[in-house]
């Protein structure tokens, strides 16, 4: 099992930054892809970041809505990944959400249904 728990979301203006934080316990963090998805009021989930590991290397994927100011990372020593988010919009604002797969089978890094463990969510909202 892995626990994670989300931290960081609040309220900021349009322009603005904020940092995610997805606390993972209970397994080895480096063993995990970690995502980050995010739910608006009335819209469905959608995919916003996705880290693996491809032998020595970091592979990151973004939504091409947040492309260029979000970057996810994660720190396998503090098993933490985190989401800084630049630029910030009216339109990301919703629930952001940490998840997490194993990496020996994951077959899609965009498709929830495929992660396992999901935090609670945390609110960010952005005023324009």
């Known amino acids: 099992q892995v626990q994670l728990v989300e931290s960081g979301g609040g309220l900021v203006q349009a322009g603005g930054s904020l940092r995610l934080s997805c606390a993972a316990s209970g397994r080895t963090f480096s063993g995990y892809v970690m995502a980050w998805f995010r739910q608006a009021p009335g819209k469905e989930r959608e995919f916003v970041a996705a880290s693996r590991r491809s032998g020595a290397l970091t592979f990151t994927s973004y939504a091409d809505s947040v492309k260029g100011r979000f970057t996810l990372s994660r720190d396998n020593a503090k098993n933490t990944a985190y989401l800084q988010m630049n630029s910030l919009k009216f339109e990301d604002t919703a629930v952001y959400y940490c998840?997490?797969?194993?990496?020996?089978?994951?077959?899609?890094?965009?498709?929830?249904?495929?992660?396992?463990?999901w935090g609670q969510g945390t609110q960010v909202t952005v005023s324009s």
């Open positions: 998840a997490a797969q194993r990496e020996s089978s994951a077959t899609s890094l965009r498709d929830g249904s495929r992660y396992e463990y």
